[in-house]
């Protein structure tokens, strides 16, 4: 089975400081990892995601995210934070095969504050 | 074009009632998810439709759950006998391909159970 966990349940930050959101998982198996963004009262967002390659990978909005295989992380950072990047930041997971359903962490709380 | 469409955006009913939820996924985009968000549970994965195969049921909570896809298109879920602990968010997503396996988000139902 696969599970993720996201260590940081609140991050707080002020605007244009950088910030790194934690996100490691488990699985027996190769997976594939994304970062989502839900503003409030809105959908889910895809922010990036790798599926194999370089294990740095370039989403929307200025965020980045670097998969790391031996630690079984994939944290999502960004040099420079803007008061519109608040919002709450999912990381999952799923399978190469079959339904390919997501597996989320719980969720990162992102407050950016002037 | 349009992105993935669900109604009603918000469904009050009471305890006992049958509710049923619509997602209206991409035009082309071949399997289709349900998830549901609860404050309890997080994100959930639910039932997952693609093509003429079988679902994967895995995800209901209940055989109270039910969904169908017609036309490799529209889909609907029914929750019969409705319960409070079925008040959340359910979110619908639909993807392209497989192989590229970037899951497009609806709004959201958010079901409340009096």
């Known amino acids: 089975a696969q599970s993720v966990t996201q260590l940081d349940s609140q991050v707080p930050v002020f605007e244009e400081a950088p910030v790194e959101l934690r996100c490691n998982y488990s699985?027996?198996?190769?997976?594939?990892l994304f970062w989502y963004v839900q503003y409030p009262n809105q959908g889910l967002q895809l922010l990036l995601k790798y599926l194999s390659g370089s294990t740095l990978v370039k989403g929307i909005n200025g965020f980045e995210a670097e998969f790391n295989k031996s630690q079984t992380s994939f944290h999502l950072r960004k040099p420079s934070v803007h008061i519109s990047d608040t919002a709450e930041y999912f990381c999952?997971?799923?399978?190469?095969?079959?339904?390919?359903?997501?597996?989320f962490g719980q969720g990162t709380r992102l407050t950016i504050n002037p | 074009g349009a992105g993935v469409s669900q109604s009603p955006s918000n469904k009050v009913t009471e305890k006992g009632k049958d509710v049923e939820l619509r997602c209206d996924p991409i035009s082309g985009h071949t399997a289709l998810y349900w998830y549901r968000q609860s404050l309890g549970q997080g994100l959930e994965f639910l039932i997952y439709f693609q093509g003429n195969s079988a679902p994967d049921k895995s995800g209901l909570p209940s055989d109270r759950f039910s969904a169908e896809r017609t036309g490799g298109s529209v889909s609907t879920l029914t929750i019969q006998r409705t319960q409070q602990e079925d008040s959340a968010v359910y979110l619908c997503a639909s993807i392209r391909s497989r192989e590229i396996n970037e899951q497009f988000f609806g709004p959201g139902t958010r079901l409340t159970v009096l």
């Open positions: 699985s027996s198996v190769s997976v594939y």
């Open positions: 999952a997971v799923s399978w190469r095969q079959g339904a390919q359903k997501l597996v």
